[in-house]
């Protein structure tokens, strides 16, 4: 009788303490981890189940320095507790210590499934490591993971960071038609490397065999598009439009920002008003395609419009506009937009930096300005050094002097 009570009692403790975890686990709650005491004191911390959610739960609410603790301290450890740890180390980017854990994995003796193999190829890709990229496909293939499509897709995207094109496409040519992310996944790997009519070709093979397009892989091609003509633009455009793709902001980003490359301003005009919502990347495209197209008025108009709207600007934003007044002299304006770059914090950034730079040579008699801009750039490039070694030549050769005063 009394054996009966405490083993009921025994139950009723687990599927408590169960409950409890479970849930907090769920919902990121941090007093979750009050019940670890109690699960190391009744004798449950060698339950895997109890264990890997604590696991979890440390990872998500405090870090992965506290969850890497809990796994050095757990007696027992499964396929799921080593790829959960990985997976933490991963999302804050330290990408040599999620490869190096997956390689005290396996010298544990305990196999990797399909998501661990999953973590360790995004850590393969983010840190370009392709050695250990290779070892692990050779590894999907000895599981007989070669025919799934999440790390295919995997190896396709660790490929194509690495610009292995080819060796991408030899993965997605083994896969047993793919599904739409790894046929997406390739067409990005063509745009990368320049191979543009090979994403168009591979989209229309897609599009054969029966897979419907996203808006994702729209994104992709319409980038595709932009290098090779005004009409295979407004063939895609009308493709997506056709399918009914939902014009959100990504998306219709990338359509204004195809028809700028092709200086088709007009057309991206057109494409920004095609629904109401307007973010600064895409008011951003406006005004850098307007600059880039000569259109300097227009482009002027668009950063005075975007100020209105409340959009604050970024760095690229700035840089866009600056060019524009470089362009039509516009010395006024130019200050009037450098102390907007002061009052945002961006002085010390590159891009912004090289513009002012280069709008002050321009448009200033003196280059007292252009000096300070290029002093203020934490850290100067090559574009730096030309606009300033220009301007000091455009300004006459007297003043090549003051390069002698410029920080290395």
Not at 314 to 321: D, L
Not at 370 to 395: D, K, T, Y
């Amino acid at each position: 009788m009394e054996k009966n009570c405490t083993q009921n009692t025994y139950k009723i403790e687990y599927s408590l303490l169960k409950d409890i975890v479970l849930f907090c686990n769920s919902r990121s709650v941090r007093d979750g981890i009050c019940v670890h005491s109690p699960v190391v004191k009744m004798g449950f911390h060698e339950d895997m189940f109890l264990s890997n959610n604590l696991l979890s739960l440390y990872a998500k609410c405090f870090g992965v320095a506290h969850a890497r603790q809990l796994f050095n301290e757990m007696p027992c450890r499964d396929v799921a507790s080593w790829t959960m740890v990985m997976s933490a180390y991963g999302k804050i980017r330290d990408h040599e210590e999620a490869l190096e854990l997956f390689d005290s994995m396996l010298v544990s003796g305990e196999f990797p499934n399909e998501f661990t193999l999953s973590t360790a190829l995004r850590s393969c890709s983010a840190s370009r490591e392709f050695k250990p990229g290779t070892r692990l496909q050779a590894i999907v293939t000895k599981s007989g993971f070669d025919s799934n499509p999440v790390l295919s897709s995997a190896l396709i995207d660790f490929y194509t960071k690495c610009g292995c094109t080819q060796e991408a496409y030899r993965v997605f040519e083994c896969m047993k038609n793919g599904d739409i992310v790894s046929w997406t996944m390739m067409v990005s790997s063509f745009v990368e490397a320049g191979s543009w009519s090979l994403a168009l070709q591979l989209y229309c093979r897609m599009i054969g065999i029966g897979f419907a397009p996203d808006e994702f892989t729209f994104v992709k091609l319409l980038s595709a598009s932009s290098f090779l003509g005004l009409n295979y633009e407004k063939l895609v455009h009308a493709h997506l439009m056709m399918l009914g793709i939902e014009l959100n902001l990504v998306l219709k980003t990338a359509l204004v920002d195809m028809y700028c490359k092709c200086q088709s301003m007009e057309d991206a005009v057109k494409a920004s008003k095609l629904t109401p919502d307007y973010d600064v990347f895409l008011w951003t495209a406006v005004i850098s395609g307007s600059s880039q197209s000569l259109q300097f008025k227009e482009a002027i108009a668009a950063f005075h419009e975007m100020e209105t709207s409340g959009v604050v600007p970024n760095n690229f934003t700035y840089s866009g506009i600056l060019n524009a007044c470089s362009s039509i002299l516009a010395l006024d304006l130019g200050k009037q937009i450098h102390s907007r770059v002061i009052m945002a914090g961006l002085e010390n950034d590159v891009s912004v930096g090289n513009s002012l730079v280069d709008m002050y040579m321009k448009c200033s008699d003196t280059i007292e300005d252009a000096v300070r801009a290029f002093e203020e750039i934490a850290s100067p490039n090559v574009i730096s050094w030309i606009f300033v070694i220009a301007g000091f030549s455009e300004h006459g050769i007297g003043h090549l002097r003051h390069l002698e005063q410029c920080k290395l």
